[in-house]
């Protein structure tokens, strides 16, 4: 039973498109992170929200946490080939426990 | 060396076999975990080591699975008599502390 379901589980946009990825529980997480995984490479967080309500940017990525601290976005803007991968949320349970999303396949099309 | 490094990068074993995967952690990581991650699944918690003990091991599918660390560095995870459902992708990170995860490129396992 996934815990965390991550949606869309694909999507191919144009190069320059914006998207929007979501990872939504019925369970309260101490903190959520995202992490990137390229073909044949483990996962590389890419950030952590810890506050409800917080909002963290990373150049064109943007996440945020929800206000009840059970959902995460992850928005894209000006999507590049080079943003393409799976990209999976994972909600932090205890100080080492995570419970991971199926993840969202990501293609950009130059 | 710099990152966390596995070994063997893929595996190809027949069922009922014994299988061995190691995982060497980056120098002075206090924690060392094991993942297993199958084709369009996210990772899949299976034991954690604190040091040289296994601090949770809740997550090892059965007692076909085991996982050491003697030393506190590197760890190997035991396979024993595999099943074709072990095939996936075994993940190992490790951290400093509590802090943030540092994942290897994994083993694939594939049993035929």
């Known amino acids: 039973t996934q815990l965390l379901e991550q949606s869309p589980q694909f999507l191919s946009i144009q190069e320059g498109e914006n998207l929007t990825v979501y990872c939504n529980s019925s369970s309260v997480f101490s903190s959520l992170q995202w992490y990137r995984q390229e073909p044949g490479e483990g996962p590389v967080l890419l950030v952590t929200v810890v506050t409800g309500g917080e909002v963290k940017k990373l150049k064109r990525l943007t996440f945020q946490f929800g206000d009840a601290r059970k959902d995460s976005s992850l928005h894209i803007t000006a999507a590049q080939p080079g943003d393409t991968g799976l990209y999976l949320c994972a909600g932090v349970r205890s100080n080492y426990q995570l419970i991971w999303g199926a993840g969202t396949k990501l293609i950009i099309k130059p | 060396g710099a990152g966390v490094s596995q070994t063997p990068s893929n595996k190809v074993t027949e069922k009922g076999k014994y299988v061995e995967l190691r995982c060497d952690p980056i120098?002075?990581?206090?924690?060392l975990y094991w993942y297993r991650q199958s084709l369009g699944q996210g990772p899949e918690f299976l034991i954690y080591?604190?040091?040289?003990?296994?601090a949770d091991d809740s997550g090892l599918p059965n007692d076909r699975f085991f996982a050491v660390r003697p030393e506190g560095s590197v760890s190997t995870l035991k396979i024993q008599r595999t099943e074709r459902g072990d095939s996936a992708v075994y993940l190992c990170?490790?951290?400093w502390g509590v802090g943030e995860l540092f994942f290897g490129e994994g083993s694939r396992l594939t049993v035929l």
């Open positions: 080591f604190q040091g040289t003990g296994a």
């Open positions: 120098s002075g990581h206090t924690a």
């Open positions: 990170a490790s951290s």
